[in-house]
């Protein structure tokens, strides 16, 4: 029973990870209909742009801020200026097309122009494991767990509880009549961009001590965040908390009682069976939208 428990408290943390990145996916598609199979790359490029500050000298913290900044600048507003832009007017699939290529492109630029070697990340949270009730849980598990809650309540709060998330909502349910109302439509994406990027950083912080910087690392986090925002429906933000956790407790269930060598094919698994049984996704509803 103690070793189910230690697996499904470190599973959580590190679904919690995959949330993460999985709300970004959510978000853009409701706010601007907009897919972003770059995603696992938005995730790679602040682990290597953090340890680039740290090179020069700044602490983890200032170098998360600064990484923050260049995020919302590069990922958020550029993404959304140079490549969203031009392209949604002609429909989902080019804009598909798109990211897909960008996300090769930043692989193989950050693999030639930096290195193809993986290279050690410095962890936020102190070494060592926090006894509870004679389970062994790690720092980094309870202060991933901490951060991405408090992220993730944040996050709704500000959706909820303010004139400017609410404003968000509406985009996201209603184009036309956020617009009619009197809503800043493209101000209200644009923000929304802005948060995708830096929830990118944070995904990026915590996860990047345990799959290392590597030029590919966005390749299993992305995926495995898609697989995420799809499991627990993709209109739905709470429903990417959702699919997230259940990849990460499952994965280590299936990893530590079945085989190690399934690991890896637990979300891929979990994916057909919800778009098999119940397309929507857990929490998800179904709608018709026009793009």
Not at 20 to 29: M, Q, R, V
Not at 157 to 179: E, H, I, P, S, Y
Request: charged letters at 10%; one cysteine or more.
């Amino acid at each position: 029973m103690g070793d189910l428990i230690h697996l499904i408290l470190s599973g959580t943390a590190t679904g919690a990870i995959y949330a993460l990145a999985a709300l970004g996916f959510t978000l853009l598609w409701q706010a601007a209909g907009v897919i972003n199979f770059a995603q696992g790359e938005f995730v790679m490029l602040p682990a290597f742009a953090m340890l680039f500050f740290i090179a020069v000298g700044a602490p983890l913290w200032l170098s998360f801020l600064l990484t923050c900044a260049v995020a919302m600048v590069v990922l958020g507003y550029g993404f959304k200026r140079v490549i969203v832009d031009p392209l949604i007017k002609h429909g989902v699939i080019p804009l598909v097309i798109a990211t897909l290529g960008l996300s090769i492109a930043v692989k193989s630029i950050v693999r030639a122009g930096y290195s193809a070697e993986a290279h050690p990340f410095p962890s936020a949270f102190p070494a060592g494991q926090l006894s509870l009730g004679g389970i062994a849980v790690s720092y980094a598990d309870i202060g991933t767990l901490v951060l991405a809650g408090l992220i993730v309540i944040g996050l709704q709060m500000f959706l909820n509880k303010t004139v400017t998330g609410r404003a968000m909502q509406a985009v996201a349910q209603n184009t036309d009549a956020a617009r009619v109302l009197g809503i800043d439509v493209k101000r209200m994406v644009l923000y929304v961009f802005l948060i995708n990027a830096v929830l990118s950083v944070v995904a990026a912080l915590l996860v990047t001590p345990t799959y290392l910087a590597k030029f590919d690392m966005g390749d299993s986090i992305g995926q495995k965040a898609f697989f995420a925002a799809i499991i627990g429906g993709f209109n739905q933000t709470r429903g990417a908390l959702l699919g997230g956790v259940l990849i990460g407790i499952l994965e280590n269930v299936v990893g530590f009682y079945v085989s190690p060598a399934y690991k890896e094919g637990v979300a891929l698994v979990l994916f057909l069976a919800v778009i098999l049984f119940r397309p929507e996704g857990l929490l998800g509803k179904a709608e018709e939208r026009k793009v």
